[in-house]
C-alpha cells in the first residue's frame, strides 16, 4: 500500500506502518478520504465480503467496534472511519462545517474512495442519525440499516427521560461556545479522574459489571482530547437535527436494537421506531446500557448476523435472480 501522507489530526497519534504479509492477507486498506470540503478522513478496512459501514457514536473512536470487527471480518469487508474532529481525521477548518449533513459527506467520500457497491450501514448512538441521513440521500447506495442504541434526532430531549435535560445542555454548550477552553479543562476534570468508571456506573451510564474497564478508558481519553469548539458545535448540530419524518419512507431491511437500560437513548424510543420504520425488526437487550457494544459484544454479534443472514443476504439473493 503506497504511504499516506497524514494531515493534521484531531489527536496526535504515532505514524502509522505499512501491512505486513498479515495484514495483506486479511485485506487490509488504510488511507484518507477527502471530504467535499477538503476535510480528510481517515478510515480502515478489513476483510472480504458483502461491505458493512460502521458509523461511531459522538466522540467515539473505531475501537468501540473492535469486537464486531473481530467477528465479522472473515466473512465481510468491515469499513470503520473517524468523524471530522475525531481520532485521525482532521479538524474541518471551518468549525461551523459540523452538521450531520457534514458526516454524511465523510461517509460517502470514504465509501468512495474504497468503491463500495450498496454497503450495509450500522450506527451506534449518533451514527444512527448519519446512517438515516445517508439513506435519505442516497437511498440506492444502501442495502440495508441497523440502528444500535439511537434515536432519530434531537438526542437530548429524551436523556434520563428528563425535561430537564435539554435546558442544562443548553446552558452547558452555551458556556462552552463562549468559553472553550475553561469548559474543556471542567470536562477534563469531570470525565478523566480515577472514579470515572465507577461514577458511570452509579449514573448508569455504562453497566460496570458487563463493561471492561481498559475499553471506557479508551473511550474517557478519546473524548477528552476533542477540539473543544467544534466537539460543542457538533453537539449542538445534532441536538437540532431530526430524521422522524424519514422513518416510514425506509425500504430497506432494518433493525434496531434498544438497551433495556440505556439511559442516553431509552428503550422506548428504540420501539417507537421500529413501530414506524416498515418492516423493521426490534431488538431490546436485557440490562444493556449506551456502551452495550462492549459490554455485551457477542449477543448483539449473533442478533446481527442473523439479521444479515436472515433479512439482508436474502433480499439480496431474490433481487439477483429477479434480475
Not at 58 to 80: I, L, P, S
Request: hydrophobic content about 35%.
Amino acid at each position: 500500500m503506497s504511504k499516506t501522507k497524514a494531515p493534521k489530526k484531531a489527536t496526535s497519534t504515532k505514524s502509522r506502518k505499512h501491512p505486513g504479509t498479515l495484514a495483506k492477507k486479511l485485506y487490509l486498506k488504510e488511507g484518507y478520504a477527502k471530504s467535499s470540503d477538503g476535510t480528510k478522513i481517515y478510515y480502515q478496512s478489513i476483510g472480504q465480503g458483502s461491505p458493512i459501514v460502521l458509523c461511531n457514536g459522538m466522540g467515539v473512536g473505531t475501537f468501540f467496534w473492535k469486537y464486531f470487527q473481530e467477528d465479522f471480518k472473515d466473512r465481510y469487508q468491515v469499513v470503520t472511519w473517524d468523524y471530522r474532529g475525531h481520532g485521525a481525521s482532521e479538524v474541518p477548518k471551518n468549525p461551523d462545517h459540523s452538521r450531520v449533513e457534514d458526516l454524511v459527506d465523510d461517509c460517502l467520500a470514504v465509501t468512495k474512495a474504497l468503491g463500495l457497491q450498496k454497503p450495509i450501514f450500522i450506527g451506534h448512538s449518533l451514527g444512527s442519525l448519519v446512517i438515516f441521513e445517508f439513506y435519505r440521500r442516497y437511498p440506492t447506495k444502501v442495502r440495508g440499516l441497523v440502528s444500535c442504541f439511537g434515536t432519530f434526532g434531537r438526542p437530548m430531549d429524551f436523556f434520563y427521560n428528563s425535561p430537564l435535560s435539554r435546558h442544562i445542555f443548553e446552558i452547558l454548550t452555551t458556556f462552552g461556545l463562549y468559553f472553550p477552553g475553561p469548559s474543556n479543562w471542567i470536562s477534563r476534570l469531570l470525565v478523566k479522574n480515577p472514579f470515572s468508571f465507577q461514577m458511570g456506573g452509579i449514573l448508569k451510564l455504562v453497566n460496570t459489571g458487563l463493561a471492561n474497564k481498559e475499553d471506557m478508558d479508551q473511550y474517557i481519553n478519546h473524548i477528552v482530547d476533542r477540539d473543544p469548539l467544534f466537539f460543542t458545535k457538533l453537539s449542538r448540530n445534532v441536538q437540532n437535527h431530526s430524521s422522524e419524518d424519514l422513518l416510514d419512507k425506509i425500504k430497506v431491511p432494518t433493525l434496531i436494537i434498544a438497551g433495556e437500560e440505556d439511559i442516553f437513548t431509552p428503550a422506548w424510543i428504540g420501539k417507537k421506531m421500529h413501530r414506524i420504520i416498515p418492516d423493521s425488526e426490534l431488538f431490546v437487550i436485557r440490562k444493556g446500557s449506551h456502551a452495550a457494544l462492549i459490554e455485551q459484544p457477542d449477543l448483539i454479534n449473533l442478533r446481527i448476523e442473523k439479521f444479515l443472514k436472515e433479512r439482508v443476504e436474502k433480499n439480496k439473493a431474490k433481487r439477483s435472480k429477479t434480475h
